[in-house]
């Protein structure tokens, strides 16, 4: 209990965004499962710019699973250390099909595509672990329009809507960085 609240209290949602002083909904992070105080509060407009900027530099491949409410964190997962530390998640194989089949043009615009965009219907904070074991193909794939190839600009643009859409805080969030390959998805720790 005391656990808990400690972490709630040294939450970045609520605070001014540290950018422009607005309240933040979300705490931004350089990598996965960085420390709590270490996040930066962000309001959705100034997360917005900075998931560009990172989403533009990233020299590898990746797939976005769409925001959902519910899962605290949506964070970038880079494969070479996803398969390594969980050896028997299927979430990885779908996500090497998944990029193996990207198309080379963004369906939004045109430009070069570097992401594959998925919908997250039916996520929960309750489901994403099986989500994450049992892969994507029997579970968001099934419920979802197909899967979308989209170049940086569209894919943080798309994020962004549904974000705005959907009104989801995170206590974490962290883009694509470096080159390896990877998946973001709504998820806990
Ligand atoms: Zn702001
Ligand atoms: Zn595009």
Redesign the pocket.
């Known amino acids: 209990m005391w656990r808990l609240f400690r972490r709630t209290s040294r939450s970045p949602i609520g605070r001014p965004?540290?950018?422009?002083?607005?309240p933040?909904q979300f705490g931004y992070g350089q990598h996965a499962e960085e420390a709590l105080e270490k996040l930066e509060p962000?309001?959705?407009?100034?997360?917005q710019r900075r998931i560009g900027a990172d989403y533009g530099a990233f020299k590898g491949r990746a797939v976005i699973v769409e925001p959902a409410a519910g899962p605290p964190v949506y964070v970038y997962q880079p494969l070479p250390e996803w398969k390594a530390q969980f050896p028997n998640s299927k979430v990885a194989g779908d996500v090497e099909g998944l990029l193996d089949r990207m198309s080379s043009g963004c369906e939004d615009c045109g430009e070069s595509a570097c992401f594959v965009g998925v919908g997250s219907l039916g996520l929960t904070a309750i489901n994403f672990g099986d989500v994450l074991d049992q892969g994507l193909a029997i579970t968001l794939l099934k419920n979802s329009p197909p899967p979308r190839s989209v170049c940086s600009r569209c894919c943080v643009r798309r994020i962004a809507e549904s974000l705005k859409r959907a009104g989801p805080s995170y206590i974490e969030v962290c883009s694509p960085s470096g080159t390896a390959n990877g998946f973001v998805m709504p998820m806990g720790y």
Not at 42 to 47: A, G, N, P, V
């Open positions: 965004c540290r950018l422009c002083g607005s933040a962000l309001c959705i407009d100034c997360l």
